[in-house]
């Protein structure tokens, strides 16, 4: 396949739109059956679950986050933040709790961090949003033992983001373990030419800025502790899989630890709505990562 700057507008239309390259359902199907699955897990966890819900770590309406607590949450323990995907204008933090049954069981606190979604909040506000989440958390609460990151989508993109934050502008710097990104957008350029930026109404600046791929920085002593997984499903589209491709390739060259998992009969949407599921191979890829810290 050729670069993404040869392609007809329709061609990149085609490759951005994930729905389109579910081998399960139609396009409007897979993304109704995602939101119910998400909902429904997220509900599932809020049920059978100690929560501190809706704790704002700023001042603004999105600027909230959900606390899934491990079952005996005594002493420290790791946690897993998980930045949701929705292209950067759908979703919410309210249906994203569903892997934290499978977490806390283990001894692993679980944070839904929300942010501003478009046309609301802009790009590099939902970044700025994402890390100081990650700020107030760390200052927040005496119990963490380590922070691991888990994006999805466009979660993945943000959670990128963070990989490259210059912590000095914030006071205090996460000790940021692992991440964990699926199948995300680490290059914003494709963006800017399709449906997708009509909400996001980025320009090229913008999107250079905030773009994990141009954002890459060498892996300092407290980076080189960071492992990271770059997780892509067999059925997203080609451009996806380029991009995680390259993007897991950038670190390695900036001296990071990171691994690419390409992960067999999954696509775009059940790759992440299956960390309800203990036994579903990511849920254990993090839950190893977290216990080899």
């Known amino acids: 396949m050729g670069r993404w700057q040869d392609m007809s507008g329709e061609e990149l239309e085609e490759q951005y739109s994930p729905s389109r390259w579910s081998p399960r359902l139609d396009r409007d199907a897979v993304v109704e059956a995602h939101v119910e699955a998400v909902t429904a897990g997220t509900q599932m966890a809020r049920a059978t679950t100690q929560t501190l819900l809706h704790v704002p770590y700023g001042d603004g309406d999105g600027e909230k986050l959900d606390v899934y607590l491990p079952t005996d949450p005594s002493g420290t323990f790791p946690v897993l933040v998980y930045i949701h995907g929705g292209y950067w204008q759908c979703l919410s933090k309210d249906v994203s709790g569903f892997a934290a049954p499978a977490l806390v069981s283990q001894g692993i606190a679980v944070v839904a961090v929300g942010y501003n979604?478009?046309?609301?909040?802009?790009?590099?506000?939902?970044?700025?949003?994402?890390?100081?989440?990650?700020?107030?958390?760390?200052?927040?609460?005496?119990?963490?033992?380590?922070?691991?990151?888990?994006?999805?989508?466009?979660?993945?993109?943000?959670?990128?983001?963070?990989?490259?934050?210059?912590?000095?502008?914030?006071?205090?710097?996460?000790?940021?373990?692992?991440?964990?990104?699926?199948?995300?957008?680490?290059?914003?350029?494709?963006?800017?030419?399709?449906?997708?930026?009509?909400?996001?109404?980025?320009?090229?600046?913008?999107?250079?800025?905030?773009?994990?791929?141009?954002?890459?920085?060498?892996?300092?002593p407290a980076a080189g502790a960071c492992e990271v997984l770059v997780a892509v499903a067999q059925h997203d589209s080609p451009e996806f899989r380029r991009q995680s491709r390259e993007y897991c390739q950038?670190?390695?060259?900036?001296?990071?630890?990171?691994?690419?998992?390409?992960?067999?009969?999954?696509?775009?949407f059940n790759i992440i709505e299956r960390l309800s599921q203990d036994s579903y191979i990511l849920t254990e890829v993090i839950l190893n990562m977290i216990s080899r810290a």
């Open 117 to 220: 979604i478009a046309p609301k909040g802009h790009m590099d506000e939902m970044v700025a949003q994402v890390r100081r989440s990650l700020a107030f958390l760390v200052q927040q609460y005496s119990w963490i033992s380590g922070v691991y990151l888990c994006g999805h989508s466009a979660g993945a993109h943000l959670a990128a983001m963070v990989l490259s934050t210059d912590w000095a502008e914030y006071g205090v710097t996460p000790d940021i373990k692992g991440a964990v990104l699926v199948s995300g957008v680490y290059d914003l350029e494709p963006i800017l030419h399709i449906y997708v930026n009509d909400a996001l109404n980025m320009s090229r600046e913008v999107a250079q800025r905030n773009s994990p791929m141009l954002c890459v920085t060498g892996a300092v």
């Open 250 to 268: 950038a670190l390695r060259s900036a001296g990071w630890t990171v691994s690419l998992l390409d992960l067999a009969g999954v696509d775009h």
